[in-house]
T-cell receptor
Framework: DARVTQTPRHKVTEMGQEVTMRCQPILGHNTVFWYRQTMMQGLELLAYFRNRAPLDDSGMPKDRFSAEMPDATLATLKIQPSEPRDSAVYFC?????????FGSGTQLSVL | SQELEQSPQSLIVQEGKNLTINCTSSKTLYGLYWYKQKYGEGLIFLMMLQKGGEEKSHEKITAKLDEKKQQSSLHITASQPSHAGIYLCGASTSGTYKYIFGTGTRLKVLA
């Protein structure tokens, strides 16, 4: 089965540290999404790319978050510096048109 | 307030019972997607509805999109413990890839 692969699955870090989350989209998918899920806010879209170009990152705090696609097989989401309020599950999803296929997520805890 | 409202927020049913989950939007839906999520896992795609009046079924799960394309329902017939999880509806209300998601319905099926 083709799947979206996210690493790491779990990350515990201290406030102020840099965090990098990685995503390998399904081969051939040209659209990649980053979401954040919390109990309070639910699932929120942070950013998405089409053909590696960022189309919308309005959901992302610009001062500390950045998202890139260095190549078609890798998407990254960085947080620098991290804060306790960034604790959440971060999902990557990819698609070739709808629907989106989700990865298993990175559970981030910032102490 | 959420653009996509799901009801109920949680549901506990006895195995074998039927149940319905609703997803309502104040805006026209350009594509409505149902996903299922188990604790600690990613979202599993269930069904996609795009046309008003469309209805799709997979095994014991049926989803409908109303004619005005502002509400969808997910119906499970003869529920089983394997149906337990969180059901989320997702949609585009702008015709773009900028999807929003409901807050989810937590389903528990008692054996």
């Amino acid at each position: 089965d083709a799947r979206v692969t996210q690493t790491p699955r779990h990350k515990v870090t201290e406030m102020g540290q840099e965090v990098t989350m990685r995503c390998q989209p399904i081969l051939g998918h040209n659209t990649v999404f980053w979401y954040r899920q919390t109990m309070m806010q639910g699932l929120e879209l942070l950013a998405y790319f089409r053909n590696r170009a960022p189309l919308d990152d309005s959901g992302m705090p610009k001062d500390r978050f950045s998202a890139e696609m260095p190549d078609a097989t890798l998407a990254t989401l960085k947080i620098q510096p991290s804060e306790p309020r960034d604790s959440a599950v971060y999902f990557c999803a990819s698609g070739l048109g709808p629907p989106q296929i989700f990865g298993s997520g990175t559970q981030l805890s910032v102490l | 307030s959420q653009e996509l409202e799901q009801s109920p927020q949680s549901l506990i049913v006895q195995e074998g019972k039927n149940l319905t989950i609703n997803c309502t939007s104040s805006k026209t839906l350009y594509g409505l997607y149902w996903y299922k999520q188990k604790y600690g896992e990613g979202l599993i795609f269930l069904m996609m509805l795009q046309k008003g009046g469309e209805e799709k079924s997979h095994e014991k799960i049926t989803a409908k999109l109303d004619e005005k394309k502002q509400q969808s329902s997910l119906h499970i017939t003869a529920s089983q413990p394997s149906h337990a999880g969180i059901y989320l509806c997702g949609a585009s209300t702008s015709g773009t890839y900028k999807y929003i998601f409901g807050t989810g319905t937590r389903l528990k099926v008692l054996a």
